[in-house]
């Protein structure tokens, strides 16, 4: 058990760091796009998501897969001792990044009229998108740099480029727009500074803090670089359409007001995934770790335990975003925003199941299975464009919501489905229902609570979520839903943040 808990504990301690910085980016944004989409309104806002798709797109181009390599290949490397050939693949994930990205940087340039014709945007549209294209390279970079201190465990390094420098630099950005009453082009280009900053510091600590084994020649695998590469690169295609269609659809059948709502309600629901993302970076490059020692019981056992966490985690905040949803978004963006509490409830459900399965990709990237990483993405990516453009028009933002889910939702089961045949994969359904049972039991407290409050509404929102952790927290703890190995990730935890965790460890020992 002593060698299932060490890589339960690395990955608590990454994590534990992780959501710190998580938490503050995530509130930095939140309340940059907050005040971005309250002052400049739907409309505008909208050709920002637009812009942020495009750059999405392109950047998955121009990585073609590499940045997901780092964290398999380089603990592998390490551990044979293998100098010449990581010398080989950092070599490789570095140039082809540049290159692409300069290339693209170009051509973005030349076809931005085209592509602001294409969705009937203002004229602005076309410089918005030329500061894109600026941003194109420093943004691939960035995400080599990002898989390689992931994969290095440099995870606090890693936190402060994305999760710190960026976000501040945009909130920054943001006041400054607001202060000098500026137009939607500087919030692209604040966004677009952002990246570099990032990139500055990111090249700092790779020069400064990483270091590799020395080794005089390079020895390039390419076929088994490009066979595990090539396929993520559909996989990063058809995944980002999976995600993003609903933008592209609905900028094309919609106007940018429509698309302003339901970016808004997609962010809103998006967040669910936000404390999965955190454990999944961190699980690839541990569970690689295992791998290369054949320790296939450990990887079962992070597999279950890492499930557990995000269900616990994850599913109380789904049940209340379902529940008071269309309170959220008008108290928070304003009334003109309203229209996207049904997006919500229903994109949910897909994020739901990624919460639920979604490990099982790095699962099948451990063992190489990237083809069919690619086919699973290529049939829900294709259904998923079928979905929009036939939803959209007849049922508008639901449409592209409805869509989302249900791809989402197929992607991640196709996935469980190859998974299992690869790994003994348990889910421990006892704690995981324990889990659901505290979330609706909360929920229909708070519920009955705030129908009966006769208070105003911020304050009553306070009081009802102040009750909802607290009911929560009590709740799990009565059920005894957590054991004793979780004690000890806790004590992992305490000891390496300084935390005084008495009080929780004293429930779970109760």
């Known amino acids: 058990m002593d060698s299932e808990l060490k890589p339960l504990k690395k990955l608590a301690h990454g994590a534990a760091i992780s959501f710190v910085f998580g938490m503050f980016a995530y509130g930095i944004v ?102 894109i294209a600026i941003a194109l390279p420093f943004y691939a970079i960035n995400m080599v740099f990002s898989g390689i201190f992931f994969a290095k465990g440099k995870i606090l390094q890693q936190n402060i480029s994305r999760n710190f420098i960026e976000p501040l630099i945009f909130l920054l950005g943001v006041a400054t727009i607001f202060l000098f009453n500026l137009h ?14 990032s990139f500055l510091y990111s090249t700092t600590v790779y020069k400064r803090k990483i270091r590799f084994p020395k080794s005089k020649v390079k020895s390039y695998l390419m076929s088994d670089w490009i066979s595990f590469s090539w396929p993520l690169l559909l996989v990063g295609i058809f995944n980002y359409f999976i995600g993003w269609t609903d933008n592209l659809v609905i900028g094309k059948f919609l106007d940018p007001t429509n698309l302003g709502i339901y970016a808004i309600a997609y962010s809103l629901s998006r967040f669910l995934i936000f404390f999965f993302h955190i454990f999944r970076t961190i699980f690839m490059p541990i569970i690689s770790e295992r791998y290369a020692k054949g320790d296939s019981e450990s990887i079962s056992y992070l597999f279950k335990k890492s499930q557990n966490w995000m269900i616990g985690i994850v599913l109380p905040a789904a049940l209340l975003l379902a529940v008071f949803g269309e309170t959220i978004l008008t108290l928070v963006y304003g009334n003109a925003y309203a229209l996207g509490a049904t997006s919500i409830q229903i994109l949910i459900i897909g994020f739901l199941v990624i919460v639920s399965v979604g490990f099982c990709q790095s699962i099948l990237q451990l063992h190489k299975k990237t083809k069919y990483i690619f086919k699973a993405n290529f049939i829900t990516a294709i259904i998923n464009l079928g979905l929009n453009m036939m939803l959209i028009p007849l049922i508008g933002i639901t449409g592209a919501a409805i869509s989302t889910a249900f791809s989402l939702s197929l992607q991640n089961i196709l996935f469980l489905r190859k998974a299992r045949k690869l790994e003994k994969l348990k889910f421990d359904w006892k704690v995981n229902s ?31 979520g102040m009750l909802f952790v607290g009911s929560y927290i009590s709740f799990i703890f009565l059920l005894k839903t957590f054991d004793e190995n979780d004690l000890k990730i806790m004590l992992a935890i305490e000891k390496r943040l300084g935390l005084n965790l008495s009080p929780i460890k004293k429930l779970i020992r109760f």
């Open 30 to 131: 939140f309340i940059s796009k907050l005040l971005a989409a309250r002052y400049f309104g739907p409309s505008d806002y909208g050709l920002f998501i637009l812009a942020e798709t495009m750059l999405g797109i392109f950047g998955i181009l121009v990585l073609v897969g590499i940045h997901h390599g780092p964290s398999r290949y380089i603990p592998i490397y390490e551990h044979r001792k293998e100098p010449d050939h990581l010398a080989g693949y950092l070599d490789l994930i570095f140039k082809i990044p540049v290159i692409l990205s300069i290339l693209a940087s170009i051509i973005i340039f030349v076809i931005a009229p085209m592509l602001t014709s294409f969705f009937s945007f203002p004229e602005a549209f076309v410089e918005i998108l030329r500061l």
């Open 184 to 197: 939607i082009y500087y919030l692209v280009l604040f966004f677009t500074l952002s990246m570099v900053f």
């Open 434 to 464: 324990k889990f659901l049972l505290s979330s609706i039991m909360s929920i229909v407290i708070i519920k009955v609570v705030y129908n009966v409050l006769q208070l105003n509404l911020y304050v009553k929102l306070g009081i009802v």
